[in-house]
């Protein structure tokens, strides 16, 4: 079991550059690098199969390793359902990953067997454009989008504002997410925030036109999983 009073939630755990360095970089260079160059902004965040796509991909890697060395030391942790849980995590990211490289077919191009290519919105090996079938897709879309809401933007805040205290080596403390997942969460809860406007108003902020903020908002939610994965080894490794 982990000894109380040895694990801090500023977000101390991890390095800076990591935790709000990466989110930033890449929040600003979107569009920065639309207002430069219009061809390189297009084939880095509009086009299928992009840099954003394989960036979400990579940012989930270091997510899984981490997720292994949690299991691998999940006796050490208060509860078991906590260690479930981060089980959980990382088989959601393993299903993330997988479902972003259509289970290996962006990297090999094997050819879509046809039963699957007539039920499938893209003709790929993947289960989140199957057609009719939103439980892949959406739900766990708006699933993370409301775990990304309350576990890495709202319970953060709240402890660091002293309104909220979670006992040091306690259950709690080991399933909510620390101070280092609150900037990831918070621009993968608000990124579409201009998405909405323009379906409410007919009129998009002039900074993001044009932008397509789905797929960096998968990105988003990718690091926010990675984070949290890592965060919580670290502090494993630490205790």
Not at 50 to 69: D, I, K, R, Y
Not at 105 to 118: C, E, K, M, V, Y
Not at 206 to 228: H, K, T, V, W
């Amino acid at each position: 079991m982990v000894s109380k009073g040895v694990v801090a939630r500023g977000g101390g755990e991890l390095p800076r550059w990591l935790w709000i360095g990466v989110p930033w970089a890449f929040f600003v260079s979107m569009p920065v690098v639309r207002l430069i160059d219009q061809d390189l902004h297009r084939l880095l965040f509009k086009n299928k199969e992009g840099f954003t796509e394989w960036a979400t991909v990579a940012v989930l890697l270091p997510g899984l390793w981490a997720g292994v060395g949690i299991w691998r030391r999940r006796r050490t942790l208060p509860r078991r359902w906590v260690a479930a849980w981060l089980g959980i995590v990382t088989l959601a990211a393993l299903y993330f990953a997988g479902e972003e490289i259509s289970w290996g077919q962006h990297l090999s191009g094997w050819a879509t067997p046809d039963f699957l290519a007539r039920i499938n919105h893209q003709g790929e090996t993947n289960l989140h454009n199957l057609k009719g079938m939103g439980i892949f897709d959406n739900v766990p879309r708006y699933a993370i989008w409301a775990w990304a809401l309350v576990a890495g933007v709202v319970v953060p805040w709240r402890v660091r504002r002293g309104r909220l205290h979670l006992t040091a080596g306690s259950a709690a403390d080991w399933f909510w997410p620390t101070w280092c997942c609150f900037w990831t969460a918070l621009i993968a809860v608000l990124i579409r925030v201009p998405d909405r406007i323009d379906k409410l108003t007919g009129k998009q902020l002039a900074i993001f036109r044009d932008l397509r903020l789905s797929e960096p908002q998968e990105f988003y939610f990718a690091l926010l999983l990675a984070i949290y994965l890592l965060s919580v080894r670290a502090r494993l490794a630490r205790a």
